[in-house]
């Protein structure tokens, strides 16, 4: 189960991607920002962003499970 929904994961974040990289046009979205930068090194604000998403999820399915 936990393949499944990794690969699943990979599969609906890369089609975003794409997704979005047509539909733009010339703004400057997240995700474009994150596909540029990673060829120059992932910046440290797409980290601070990527914990503070996974901090808040925590943080609601502990309070929904409590």
């Known amino acids: ?3 499944a929904a990794a690969l699943l994961s990979f599969a609906l974040s890369f089609d975003d ?8 046009g010339a703004v400057s ?3 474009k920002y994150i596909w ?5 090194g992932i910046p440290a604000e797409a ?3 990527a914990s503070a998403v ?3 999820a925590l943080i ?3 309070t929904v499970q409590v």
């Not at 540029?36 to 120059?40: I, P, Q």
């Open 47 to 49: 980290n601070v962003l």
């Open 17 to 24: 991607f794409i997704i979005t990289n047509f539909n733009s």
């Open 54 to 56: 996974f901090i808040f």
């Open 1 to 3: 189960g936990i393949l």
């Open 29 to 31: 979205t997240f995700p």
């Open 36 to 40: 540029v930068s990673a060829a120059r």
């Open 60 to 62: 609601i399915v502990v």
